[in-house]
């Protein structure tokens, strides 16, 4: 079975930057859209952005101008480029496919951004 191992987290200052990364175990990225997601504490957990198995990007209003989703297939691994982070973009972040599968939820990647 595919399973999915975020990392690339970690503390960061305000205005700061971070580049997410999702290994595969195997190939899903030409079976699958893949998306990017987190989990704020109390908070319910919220799509962030979609890169199609054509390629194509969409984001949410949150990361638009600020992240950028994208894929390696020969490496199976999903980015997510994330800049001009911002207090309220700290939380646990997850990649998935998209929709989402409950079976390839992972421990996710804490991203903390904080002075």
């Known amino acids: 079975q595919v399973q999915l191992v975020e990392s690339g987290g970690g503390l960061v200052q305000p205005g700061g930057s971070l580049r997410l990364s999702c290994a595969a175990s195997g190939s899903i990225f030409t079976i699958y859209h893949m998306g990017w997601y987190r989990q704020a504490p109390g908070k319910q957990r919220e799509w962030l952005a979609r890169i199609t198995r054509g390629g194509n990007t969409n984001y949410a209003d949150v990361g638009k101008g600020r992240f950028a989703i994208s894929r390696d297939n020969a490496k199976n691994t999903v980015y997510l480029q994330m800049d001009s982070l911002k207090p309220e973009d700290t939380a646990v972040y997850y990649c998935?496919?998209?929709?989402?599968?409950?079976?390839?939820w992972g421990q996710g990647t804490q991203v903390t951004v904080s002075s």
């Open positions: 998935n496919t998209d929709p989402p599968l409950s079976t390839y």
